[in-house]
């Protein structure tokens, strides 16, 4: 019973081991992310980030739902419809990278 118990232990040791260091190299490098936000998105979001009447802000967005939205881009289940949207040709490196570096930015402050 002792034995059983002790290898449970180990397994379930070794699962969570595994997957932190899975999502430890998922995330994203705020530097790599600000290089390619200044080539891809600044065109339409603003250096800050806040977008304009044409383009959403992203300066504060959440990762993990920026690279949801990316990934909705990339895979046409959501439209830009300025049609210039960047995210075909994005990893999904590039995406937690962006991602990354978009949440340092602050948010825009909440429409009134």
């Given amino acids: 019973m002792c034995n059983m118990l002790i290898k449970k232990l180990i397994v379930t040791t070794m699962f969570v081991s595994i997957f932190s260091v899975a999502s430890v190299q998922a995330a994203g490098d705020v530097a790599k992310g600000k290089k390619l936000a200044e080539e891809d998105c600044e065109d339409c979001h603003g250096d800050d980030g806040?977008?304009?009447e044409d383009n959403p802000p992203i300066a504060g967005m959440d990762p993990k739902e920026h690279i949801q939205e990316?990934?909705?881009?990339k895979s046409?289940?959501?439209v830009d419809e300025n049609e210039d949207m960047e995210a075909e040709d994005m990893s999904e490196q590039d995406m937690a990278d962006v991602a990354a570096y978009y949440a340092t930015l602050p948010a825009p402050p909440p429409k009134k």
């Fill in 50 to 52: 806040l977008g304009d």
């Fill in 70 to 73: 990316l990934m909705d881009y």
């Fill in 76 to 78: 046409g289940k959501r």
